[in-house]
């Protein structure tokens, strides 16, 4: 039974057009993250959600949105997407604050651009 | 800025040796530790997670924390091929910060 499930895990497609992520969990967890991992491996944050609510919005293009119809999902809107947005995108979730805020990984989608 | 600064590698250990992976971060008040374990092409996976001064052991991993020198390490005991992966130093700040993460080291166990 996965604890974070996200999809699809490949997405090949044309710059401009417009594509989500989905991601869901069944951990129980209350904060929700996306991370990109570029070309050189590096993994950083995009995102997080807490109790439907964003917590952190980095320095990333407004193309990208993330919505959270729940606790359990959190997903990835990207808008008129650009060859520089080819990466792998994980979602994480976890609990919030305190000790015990362990993250846990989906396997992630790779996102490629042409 | 909060950074995290690990050495990229490649680390080559003997198998049946201990690999020793450090990391430094920059921001005193960094509260939660992790080290995250990523084979090519996949997700990252937890294997340690330490929270105040001192060694944590789990099996054949250590994670050792020293907040005053802002340094976390972790030693892997006999060493197995199946080791040889991405480990990922990550820090979080507190709340739903998320997690910093370092660029990760690249450890080959050669048999």
């Known amino acids: 039974d996965t604890a974070v499930s996200q999809t699809p895990k490949y997405l090949v497609t044309q710059m401009g057009n417009d594509k989500s992520i989905k991601c869901e969990q069944n951990l129980g967890h209350d904060t929700m993250y996306w991370y990109k991992q570029d070309s050189k491996k590096f993994l950083k944050i995009m995102f997080s959600y807490n109790n439907k609510e964003l917590i952190i919005n980095e320095t990333v293009p407004n193309r990208f949105s993330p919505k959270s119809p729940d606790k359990a999902h959190l997903n990835l809107h990207i808008n008129s997407l650009e060859l520089g947005d080819s990466a792998v995108y994980f979602c994480a979730s976890s609990r919030w604050g305190g000790m015990n805020t362990e993250a846990f990984f989906g396997q992630g989608t790779r996102l490629t651009v042409v | 800025q909060k950074e995290v600064e690990q050495n990229s590698g490649p680390l080559s250990v003997p198998e049946g040796a201990i690999a020793s992976l450090n990391c430094t971060y920059s921001?005193?008040?960094?509260?939660?530790f992790f080290w995250y374990r990523q084979y090519s092409g996949k997700s990252p996976e937890l294997i340690m997670s330490i929270y105040s001064n001192g060694d944590k052991e789990d099996g054949r991993f250590t994670a050792q924390l020293n907040k005053a020198s802002q340094y976390v390490s972790l030693l892997i005991r006999d060493s197995q091929p199946s080791d040889s992966a991405t480990y990922l130093c990550?820090?979080?700040?507190?709340?739903?910060?998320?997690?910093?993460f370092g660029k990760g080291t690249h450890l080959i166990i050669q048999p």
């Open positions: 921001d005193r008040g960094s509260q939660s």
């Open positions: 990550a820090v979080m700040w507190g709340g739903a910060d998320g997690l910093t």
